[in-house]
């Protein structure tokens, strides 16, 4: 049992509360503690510790000059009114805009390691802990995994508070709430959890407060981890977990009933409950007009099916089917195939292998080294160099480079490296047991699918079950006069647009002097312009 643990209360002698700390921390060199003595009153001492790295200098020596001066000049000065010493503290010296009295050690502890100061008085058993937190922190950028055309560029840091920052900005709801909690036994990790209280889908906070309370582990060092212990099918190859690094797209998920959970050290923030359709879907899509949003959503629905597919059809095709293909076809790629050694499926495998051997390498990689030699090397590896050497077919190069980009086209990075993993199994049933063996994988996949939860939630929502008002931001996105309501399983404000939002023209013309006229004032004005011309017509015609 540790100190803490046998002793959680401060006594009220300054020498013991020093040895119990010097217990507790031991003698690390980034950790302080400043000895306070007020001058000629040297019977009143106090202790401050802080970490140094993880507090603003320039608060700690402004809260200890304030200290030394203003205590003195108390001491001083017999007329102030008399009382606990914390009392006379807290009300006459401190000047600090977040602070609070604690008593537990563990308490005061957490709080040295985490960045605040915590301020020890001789004869009290009570304490300080001071916000002095002021590391060193990465600013605000655009986000390196989810880019837009059309867009804030804006997105999340390693700081949780920035990144809760960022989404109240965007939500100034009263009703937002936003929770702290500690994971980590040996890390503490700050998490807090955020969503708007009149509109989440009622047990689903419980629900997800719930399941992180449960978590037992040393260290949160990144969201994965939570990701990964609190999910509803971590055997899936389906990510259930919705991950981003844009603090639009959190507010929109909280705008839309859901819970974000935001983790301190890391620019990734968790979503849930997550649905299969979200992954397909950019923050484009809802900054460009409707029919332009709506193409390039399918497009990248096109792009799913592909890098899900395309190589599986291919080698299904060629190995086992070929009267599916047309004969002039079929002839050319058995002309191209004429010099290769190896099997459609191995052929298909040692090009998909060696792809995702190249994307690795070229993401590991350092940036000014690694891109321009893995962009060589994979240029002779899916190129005419590889051909020549007869290890792969013209073919299979052109299949493997149009499924690998199809799969980039995929927004989120984390349900890309899903599909590009389900591929594989796909294509070794295709190429073993031709068609039966695609539809088999295939069909498997799909009940596998249908039978996924989020946070209770049918993962395939809003197609199964079928739920009619959600389709209008699903494969096509509605304008947004059309998208009244938000999604199903809002409790509370359901409606999001009011009514009569079609955008329509003015009947007037707002930049006439008087203020714009009528349709019927303006087809008057029409006529009289027509008898005028056709009398002055008139006049010229008889003065001929």
Known sequence: MTAVEEKDHFFRDLQDNENLMTEILGSSVDLVKRRITFHEHKNVQAICYYTDG???????????????????????????????????LKEHMLTNASFQVVKEVS????????????LILDGSDEVFVIQTKGWEKRGVDEPQTEQVVRGPRDGFTESIRTNTALVRRRIRDPKLRIEQMNIGKRSKT?????????????????????????????????????????????????????????PDKVASSILEGRVAIFVDNTPFVLVVPSF??????????????????????AIRYLAFVLSLTLTSIYVMLVSFHQEMIPTQLILTIASGREVVPFPVLLEALLMEISFELMREAGLRMPKPVGQAAVSIVGSLVIG?????????????????????????????????????????????????????????MFTLLAIHALTLRSFGESYLAPATPFQPNDQKDSIIRFP?????????????????????????????????????????????????????????????????
């Open 54 to 88: 993880l507090v603003d200098v320039i608060q700690i020596e402004l809260f200890i000059s304030d200290l030394l001066y203003k205590g003195n000049w108390l001491l001083q000065h017999t007329t102030l009114p008399t009382g606990p010493p914390l009392t006379l």
């Open 107 to 118: 308490q005061a502890v957490d709080g040295i390691l985490s960045g605040v100061a915590v």
């Open 190 to 246: 700050d998490v807090n959890i955020a969503y708007i209280e009149d509109i989440v889908k009622e047990g689903l906070v419980e629900e997800v407060k719930k399941r992180l309370r449960d978590i037992k582990i040393d260290a949160i060092l990144e969201s994965g981890y939570i990701e990964e212990l609190i999910e509803d099918a971590p055997r899936s190859p389906f990510t259930t977990v919705q991950s981003t690094e844009r």
């Open 276 to 297: 299969f359709w979200q992954f397909l879907q950019a923050s484009d899509d809802y900054y460009s007009r409707f029919m332009t949003g709506s193409f390039f959503r």
């Open 384 to 440: 005419q160099a590889a051909v020549q050497a007869g290890i792969v077919s013209p073919f299979m190069v052109i299949i493997v480079a149009l499924t690998g980009i199809a799969s980039f086209a995929i927004p989120n990075y984390a349900a890309s490296f899903s599909i590009r993993l389900i591929r594989f199994p796909l294509l070794i049933a295709a190429g073993t047991l031709g068609l039966l063996g695609f539809s088999a």
């Open 480 to 544: 947004w006069w059309k998208m009244q309501m938000r999604p199903e399983g809002v409790t509370g404000d359901e409606k999001r647009v009011g009514d009569h939002q079609f955008p329509e023209p003015p009947n007037t013309d707002p930049y006439s002097k008087e203020g714009g006229k009528g349709k019927e004032e303006d087809q008057k004005d029409g006529s009289r312009k027509k008898k005028t011309r056709r009398i002055i017509k008139l006049k010229g015609e008889d003065e001929e």
